[in-house]
């Protein structure tokens, strides 16, 4: 079975320009090419939905030279909606946009609704997000609709990815065995593919090497293998 879902945890676009002696941003520059490549292959090998990890809450740490780098490229990335939309994709963002500057807010607004009607493949990105936050907005927006309890509905539908499906495979580059904050109870009974390569170095060849590890994997949901 082909995964209907994959998120990626972009991780090692860094290590990628260090190992070249090369400033970090070049990392990030070359890590959009393979965003691209990554979008293309989902189409070509029929998966539904593909999420990007691009910035976490956790990212603000990093120095202001690296963050406002990292901006530039979104900038870019949205001013590319014609190529998005020639290809039937429809583009969401998950997290919590408001702590960007606002040109960058405006155009991801612009960027969701003017392809909003495409039937494609869904493109989701992560931005400023992390499961912690995400949860305690869900809490917190509960609480003021004034509710007292709750039911996985309720919570699932004040998640960011209320209108998504929860991945069926997560797959992580660049060595770290870790989630990073990210997805944390959509990937309840998701399967988990973690790769050294960096990803800068991410192409078709381990794109259909982790379609073909998702195939072997016997999903069970706490039942009998079937
Ligand atoms: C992931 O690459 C991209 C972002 C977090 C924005 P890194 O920048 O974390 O690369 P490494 O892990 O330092 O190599
Ligand atoms: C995870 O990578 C976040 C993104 C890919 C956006 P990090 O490089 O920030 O994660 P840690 O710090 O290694 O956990
Ligand atoms: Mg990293």
Request: hydrophobic share 35%; net charge neutral; aromatic share 18%.
């Given at each position: 079975m082909t995964p209907s879902h994959i998120a990626f945890i972009m991780d090692g676009n860094g290590r990628w320009a260090e190992h070249r002696h090369l400033p970090r941003k070049y990392g990030h520059k070359m890590g959009t090419k393979t965003l691209d490549l990554v979008v293309n292959l989902a189409m070509k090998y029929e998966v539904k939905t593909v999420t990007f990890?691009?910035?976490?809450?956790?990212?603000?740490?990093?120095p202001k030279s690296e963050i406002d780098y990292l901006f530039q490229i979104f900038r870019r990335f949205l001013s590319e909606i014609d190529k998005y939309r020639d290809k039937n994709v429809r583009l969401r963002f998950i997290g919590n946009?408001?702590?960007?500057?606002a040109d960058i807010v405006d155009s991801c607004e612009k960027m969701v609704s003017e392809t909003?009607?495409?039937?494609?493949l869904n493109v989701v990105i992560a931005l400023n997000y992390g499961s912690w936050e995400e949860i305690t907005t869900a809490v917190n927006s509960l609480l003021a609709s004034g509710k007292t309890s709750v039911t996985k509905d309720d919570v699932v539908s004040a998640?960011?990815?209320?209108?998504i499906d929860f991945p069926d495979l997560v797959v992580r580059t660049g060595?770290?065995?870790?989630?990073?904050?990210?997805?944390l109870l959509q990937s309840a009974y998701s399967e988990f593919i973690f790769t050294d390569l960096l990803w800068p170095d991410f192409d078709e060849k381990a794109f259909v090497s982790v379609l073909d590890e998702y195939a072997s994997r016997v999903r069970k949901y706490g039942g009998l293998k079937s």
């Open positions: 990890y691009a910035f976490s809450t956790e990212n603000w740490t990093r946009l408001a702590k960007f500057p909003a009607k495409n039937d494609g998640l960011y990815t209320h209108d060595g770290e065995v870790r989630l990073s904050n990210f997805l």
